[in-house]
């Protein structure tokens, strides 16, 4: 006898736990064009096909659902890249995956058949787009590029911090940096005006982001207790440490090096760096200046 439907009212709770946005630690992050000879870059979020399975398990178990798939392939095509023609195939994997009592979902994917992991790649794809029309990191695709700094490694020196509405139930935004909660006691105001004092030197984007790292907050009057303000004069004071070194490093590689590096950085003056992350890697880089120009 073929098991019963789900009823329209377990269907919608089921719908809604499927559409729930991961845990913020299974989220990764994909270059996916670059500029500036590979110093920055867009990036667009995605999350690893376990995460996907996991989700599955968690409200169906191993038993409740399955997952089909079907490998072809294209041969003969021809694709450049570093302006070389490079002749090969692509492999192109379709992937059914059907859920007991709710249905079933296919979805398609493909990459170049000389591509490292070529068949694992495409299935990939298959599955998450199969997952997808179950609601399964449908979110995913809400996000729009964001351009970002790319380290030496072509790997982005700081990430965006998760929206409100891409976190799963119940987690603040805190939580997802890593913040815990905190308790709210006496502050003391000098310590406020001390950090408001800070604004002009390090820069709007790298004030708010110590307000929100060490304080927990996005106003410095709304700080939650002293031991807070400390923490946070104190990184604080470490970034103006940090812009001071910055500007005593520019001075001896320059103005012209100085313009050409800011220029790869996308930035104005040294006041307005988008994060501390960027901070720290263009002083390394120009410590790095320094040392070559003594040897």
């Not at 004069?233 to 012209?256: C, H, K, P, T």
Request: hydrophobic letters at 40%; proline letters at 5%; glycine letters at 6%.
């Amino acid at each position: 006898m073929a098991a019963t439907k789900f009823t329209d009212a377990e269907r919608e709770k089921l719908y809604a736990r499927l559409e729930a946005p991961f845990d913020p630690a299974l989220i990764k992050w994909r270059v996916m064009r670059t500029f500036d000879y590979g110093r920055s870059g867009v990036i667009l979020p995605f999350a690893d096909p376990r995460a996907y399975t996991d989700r599955l398990n968690e409200l169906f178990t191993p038993s409740g659902w399955t997952r089909e798939y079907t490998i072809s392939t294209v041969p003969s095509l021809c694709r450049m890249e570093r302006g070389k023609a490079i002749v090969t195939s692509k492999v192109l994997v379709a992937t059914a995956v059907t859920i007991t009592r709710l249905g079933s979902h296919t979805g398609t994917g493909e990459e170049w058949a000389d591509r490292e992991n070529a068949v694992t790649s495409a299935d990939a794809q298959a599955f998450k787009r199969a997952c997808t029309c179950f609601g399964l990191g449908r979110y995913l695709y809400r996000f729009g590029e964001t351009r970002v700094q790319l380290n030496s490694r072509g790997e982005p020196v700081a990430i965006p911090a998760l929206p409100e509405w891409a976190l799963p139930p119940g987690m603040t935004m805190a939580q997802a940096n890593g913040l815990a909660p905190d308790m709210r006691g006496p502050v003391d105001q000098r310590l406020t005006a001390e950090i408001e004092g800070f604004r002009g030197t390090l820069g709007e984007p790298i004030y708010a982001e110590i307000l929100r790292r060490a304080g927990h907050s996005a106003d410095a009057r709304t700080i939650p207790n002293a031991e807070r303000q400390k923490q946070t004069v104190e990184w604080m004071q470490a970034a103006a440490r940090g812009f001071e070194r910055l500007r005593n490093l520019a001075e001896m590689a320059g103005d012209a090096q100085f313009f050409a590096m800011a220029e790869r950085f996308k930035i104005a003056s040294v006041t307005e760096l988008p994060s501390l992350a960027a901070l720290k890697q263009l002083v390394e880089e120009l410590e790095s200046l320094a040392n070559q120009q003594v040897a």
